[in-house]
């Protein structure tokens, strides 16, 4: 029974079009997260959503939004698709935004690529 | 602008014997280290932590040690077995920061020589 689930696994897709990763977690976490892994295998936090409190980094592009239809989901919409979006997005979530010493558990990620 | 490091892109290590990798910082705001282990194709699994208070965790064949006056870490694994193969993420994070995040290194490949 997996923990932070993502799907789908795989996502290859034509520029400019939108598309939608979906996250579900059953660990009963109040802060989840969006994570991407660029081709230089950098992981850099997107968004942590909190207790319906949104935090988003500031380099985000605003074509992506997470939308949280409860604490246990958190999918990620992306629109008009470019060719620098190609990268693997993982999903992850933790106890609470201060509980550090657990960690954060991390899903399979989704690799999108985009031609 | 590499808050975490890792400098060591991958390190080779004979099964039985120890396995160190480094990991070094530059933001002094980091008062929270972890380490994650990735297997290809599946997501960082959350390894072992430190706080800035202490200067040793250890967990089974796992020890991590921060020196904050150098900014460095490291992890050790004593005695290395096949499993053990895999990327190793260094992540830090700052108490204020919360919402912030961890930041990671680029991760180093481990390999496990029999």
């Known amino acids: 029974d997996t923990a932070v689930s993502q799907t789908p696994k795989y996502l290859v897709t034509q520029m400019g079009n939108d598309k939608s990763i979906k996250c579900e977690q059953n660990?009963?976490?109040?802060?989840m997260y969006w994570y991407k892994q660029d081709s230089k295998k950098f992981l850099k936090i997107m968004f942590s959503?909190?207790?319906?409190?949104?935090?988003i980094n500031e380099t985000v592009p605003n074509r992506f939004s997470p939308k949280s239809p409860d604490k246990a989901h958190l999918n990620l919409h992306i629109n008009s698709l470019e060719l620098g979006d190609s990268a693997v997005y993982f999903c992850?979530?933790?106890?609470?935004?201060?509980?550090?010493?657990?960690?954060?558990?991390f899903g399979s990620g989704t690799r999108l690529t985009v031609v | 602008d590499q808050q975490v490091k890792q400098n060591s892109p991958s390190l080779s290590v004979q099964e039985g014997r120890i396995s160190i990798l480094n990991c070094d910082y530059t933001?002094?705001?980091?008062?929270?280290f972890l380490w994650y282990k990735k297997y290809p194709a599946e997501g960082p699994t959350f390894l072992i932590s430190?706080?800035?208070?202490?200067d040793k965790n250890e967990d089974g064949r796992f020890t991590v040690f921060l020196n904050k006056s150098a900014k460095h870490l490291s992890l050790h694994i004593v005695p290395s077995q096949p499993g053990d193969s895999a990327v190793y993420f260094c992540?830090?994070?700052?108490?204020?920061?919360?919402?912030?995040?961890?930041?990671f290194g680029k991760g180093t490949h481990l390999i496990i020589q029999p």
């Open positions: 992850a979530s933790s106890r609470s935004l201060t509980s550090r010493n657990y960690g954060y558990t």
């Open positions: 660990l009963g976490h109040d802060t």
């Open positions: 959503y909190n207790n319906k409190e949104l935090i």
């Open positions: 933001n002094s705001m980091f008062d929270y």
């Open positions: 430190i706080s800035s208070i202490k």
């Open positions: 992540a830090a994070s700052a108490e204020a920061g919360g919402a912030d995040g961890l930041t």
